[in-house]
């Protein structure tokens, strides 16, 4: 019996060393095929002698890195939604155990892709839950290069390590296939299949190549625009659906991240064949009041969009918007943004900012130089001579100077007509309106007679009064602006004096100006086909260029311009009514009642 036991204690232990052995020897089996992560000394490696890619970024950043990570793979690309629903959530996730919320799902935008695409955004926030830590996607490094001369130089194994490595793991994936072949080995379970997406490399996109306020959701559809060609004819319709529909602030998004990634022609392409339709529920195609109730984000975003897929009437439309409304970055005059996270449609480029912003000021300067007309006629400005300088400042009558009156009738009391009027129409400018301000020069403007002392009562020292400046300023919308001012009253000293004020003679011009201003055409916004130089104000169709003839005296009748007596030399224009609205907004002087 003894015996018996001992040998039974040797075969157990015989048969654990046999199944020890046998999982060695799987272990080392699956470490063969590449199941079992490889080490990774070439992480090391550097890329040095970046190309030049982009005018604005001239060298690819040396932050891009490539690994193998383990991947969990979510199969989206034959998912008409243009974003994932994981990055739609920012990355949220409902696991339970926080841990698992940091590893990122990778979001297979082609199934058949042999690189993963990473993006890990700068000073991740940790909020909770926590935020995955990177973003993921599945794509073809053979379609990416095809469409992107950035991704084509990275991917290229004669010039990055990213390449070689690709070029690299391509080879040793279809040597283990010839080696399976011949020995007949069976196929691996789907477990098993499934882990070979540990394989894939990893490019991780530089965090500081763009701006990380462009977001993640404009990375994924920028992808699948640069894949779209390797997709189903089904997914394809589905994808150009979702772009046409897409809301102005993504697509926007999207084109810098093709500006940054020097992938501009793709975007454009796909953009034009969806027919994209600037997000909007209302008709761009003419100016009305609807485009008056357009928020300045979307006009913006729409305006960048239209230039870049050089969409002419569209996009003199929007400007002309842009203008009638203002900008609530013009509060303070035109200052270039220094942050550099700020949108490129905050400071539209290529000079296009400060044209806008130019022909608002000529617009606005015009208004001025009516109330100043008449201002001057009864009295309350000085009369200037033959080439004024814009109107930006009231100064008042001085001196013994003659006058003619303005009253009708030539009765006696015919100065206190006039004067009753210039009360009347000043306290309308300055209090209705609000388009004049009327403040003293003795005062230095940053002046204040408090003074900072632990001696200070208040109790026998009151606050002075605050200083005499407006307290809210006119709208910024200029038919805003015009039509407070078409409010004008026609008050009279007596019934005797009836219509001696200046609302007959001031609605006429108003209206002129509106006519310009309001027309559906557009007619101050910008002429793209014109915008031939980058530097402002040198483009042809600038406002600002000298090159072109401009009014030095014009004439107005009523609502229209009757006469242009005198002109500088230059290119002459056309005769269009954007002409006529240029030589009214740009002239020098300007003879209200010719």
């Not at 005059?333 to 000529?362: A, I």
Request: hydrophobic share 35%; charged share 25%.
């Amino acid at each position: 019996m003894k015996l018996q036991t001992l040998f039974g204690v040797v075969a157990l232990a015989l048969t654990a060393q046999a199944s020890s052995n046998s999982t060695t020897a799987s272990n080392t089996e699956r470490r063969n095929l590449g199941f079992v992560q490889h080490p990774r000394s070439w992480l090391n490696e550097t890329s040095k002698g970046i190309p030049t890619l982009n005018k604005r970024n001239s060298t690819v950043p040396r932050s891009i890195h490539v690994n193998n990570g383990a991947l969990p793979i979510r199969d989206t690309a034959g998912i008409p939604s243009l974003v994932s629903k994981s990055v739609k959530e920012n990355g949220d996730r409902k696991d339970s155990n926080p841990a698992e919320h940091l590893q990122a799902a990778a979001t297979a935008i082609l199934t058949s892709g042999d690189v993963i695409i990473e993006y890990i955004p700068p000073d991740h926030p940790s909020p909770e839950p926590p935020r995955p830590a990177s973003y993921r996607w599945q794509v073809s490094s053979e379609v990416l290069a095809q469409n992107s001369p950035y991704f084509r130089a990275l991917l290229d194994p004669n010039k990055f390590a990213e390449g070689r490595q690709l070029m690299n793991q391509k080879t040793t994936r279809v040597r283990r296939q010839s080696l399976k072949s011949e020995k007949n080995e069976p196929n691996q379970p789907p477990a098993l299949e499934e882990t070979l997406w540990e394989e894939l490399p990893t490019v991780r996109l530089p965090s500081d190549h763009f701006s990380p306020k462009l977001g993640v959701d404009a990375i994924e559809v920028f992808l699948k625009i640069l894949s779209f060609n390797a997709f189903d004819e089904d997914v394809k319709g589905s994808f150009d659906a979702e772009i046409k529909s897409q809301r102005t602030s993504l697509i926007a998004r999207v084109i810098g991240l093709a500006d940054a990634f020097n992938s501009p022609k793709v975007v454009q392409e796909t953009l034009k064949r969806s027919g994209y339709g600037y997000g909007r529920k209302i008709s761009f195609s003419k100016f009305d009041d609807q485009m008056l109730k357009l928020t300045e984000d979307r006009i913006r975003q729409s305006i960048f969009i239209a230039r870049f897929l050089d969409d002419r009437a569209i996009f003199q439309i929007l400007t002309h918007t842009l203008i009638v409304l203002g900008s609530r970055s013009w509060a303070n005059g035109l200052e270039k943004p220094t942050s550099p996270l700020t949108f490129p449609w905050w400071y539209l480029p290529d000079g296009l900012e400060e044209e806008v912003y130019y022909r608002r000021q000529c617009i606005m300067n015009t208004i001025t130089d009516l109330q100043a007309y008449f201002l001057r006629a009864y009295g309350a400005l000085e009369e200037t001579d033959d080439d004024p300088k814009p109107t930006n400042a009231i100064s008042f009558l001085g001196g013994n100077q003659s006058r003619q009156y303005q009253c009708r009738c030539g009765y006696g009391n015919s100065s206190a007509c006039d004067m009753f009027h210039l009360g009347q129409m000043t306290r309308f400018f300055a209090l209705r309106t609000k388009t004049i301000f009327l403040g003293s020069s003795l005062l230095d403007p940053d002046f204040g007679p408090e003074v900072d002392g632990d001696d200070h009562d208040p109790l026998d020292h009151p606050p002075p009064p605050p200083k005499s400046t407006p307290t809210s300023g006119p709208p910024t919308d200029i038919s805003a602006i015009i039509a407070s001012l078409k409010q004008c009253p026609d008050y009279q000293i007596d019934s005797n004096h009836s219509g001696c004020g200046i609302r007959r003679r001031f609605i006429p011009p108003l209206d002129g100006i509106e006519g310009l201003v309001g027309d559906r055409r557009g007619l101050v916004g910008i002429d793209l086909a014109r915008w031939d130089v980058t530097q402002w104000p040198l483009a042809s169709g600038s406002w600002a260029n000298r090159a072109l003839r401009r009014a030095l005296v014009i004439e107005i009748h009523f609502a229209r311009i009757s006469a242009i007596p005198r002109m500088s030399p230059g290119i002459i224009l056309s005769d269009s009514r954007e002409e006529n609205a240029r030589l009214l907004f740009t002239a020098k002087k300007r003879r209200w009642e010719a």
